[in-house]
T-cell receptor, first 112, second 111 residues
Framework: DTEVTQTPKHLVMGMTNKKSLKCEQH?????MYWYKQKAKKPPELMFV???????INESVPSRFSPECPNSSLLNLHLHALQPEDSALYLC???????????FGPGTRLTVL | SQQGEEDPQALSIQEGENATMNCSYK?????LQWYRQNSGRGLVHLIL?????REKHSGRLRVTLDTSKKSSSLLITASRAADTASYFC???????????FGAGTRLFVKA
């Protein structure tokens, strides 16, 4: 299985809502990533987990809270988001540092 | 934050022609990767070239890397309509994990 899955595909939420994005891979990859991508822009790194520990936080606002329950799962908890947080949120995994990444299809998030 | 620039920003060619995209970056790197993205969905990893390599091939793809000029190019030969997509270069600095993407080139291949 060489796939990264993400749920949901689309999410619309209000600024007071709490929601979660989920990501799963079964390739045995020990590094997992969250990226945010605005329209016609490149993906921007948000968080990196290595061996289920948070390795990199690119100064992301605390209204985004990542979680890595086990080596196959990665969550992104969302709370009190702003309309400017509307974007495509991409999850990725890699087998080791010096390797290409496998990306999921993304969750398209709209904050009203 | 973006690592560098890609050139051109957009490219329109006829099916069968070759497409060349360039990428420049700013810092020392461990490797450089190229990705394709269709219609704002997930990215697909195309090829990775390490900092001690100068050229790499994969099917219709040819990637070159010039670390002295901090630049790379991606050549797609005999392009097809299905190659229509955005192409991004991305760099891993020494230590890995922190992959930073360039601005991307939007390629349109006309049938």
């Amino acid at each position: 299985d060489t796939e990264v899955t993400q749920t949901p595909k689309h999410l619309v939420m209000g600024m007071t809502n709490k929601k979660s994005l989920k990501c799963e891979q079964h390739m045995g990859h020990r590094a997992m990533y969250w990226y945010k991508q605005k329209a016609k822009k490149p993906p921007e790194l948000m968080f990196v987990y290595s061996y289920e520990k948070l390795s990199i936080n690119e100064s992301v606002p605390s209204r985004f809270s990542p979680e890595c329950p086990n080596s196959s799962l990665l969550n992104l908890h969302l709370h009190a988001l702003q309309p400017e947080d509307s974007a495509l949120y991409l999850c990725a995994s890699s087998g080791h540092r010096d390797a290409g990444k496998f990306f999921g299809p993304g969750t398209r998030l709209t904050v009203l | 934050s973006q690592q560098g620039e890609e050139d051109p920003q957009a490219l329109s060619i006829q099916e069968g022609e070759n497409a060349t995209m360039n990428c420049s970056y700013k810092t020392s790197i461990n490797n450089l990767q190229w990705y394709r993205q269709n219609s704002g969905r997930g990215l697909v990893h195309l090829i990775l070239i390490r900092s001690n390599e100068r050229e790499k091939h994969s099917g219709r793809l040819r990637v070159t890397l010039d670390t002295s000029k901090k630049s790379s190019s991606l050549l797609i030969t005999a392009s097809r309509a299905a190659d229509t997509a955005s192409y991004f270069c991305a760099t891993d600095s020494t230590g890995g994990f922190k992959t930073i993407f360039g601005a991307g080139t939007r390629l349109f291949v006309k049938a």
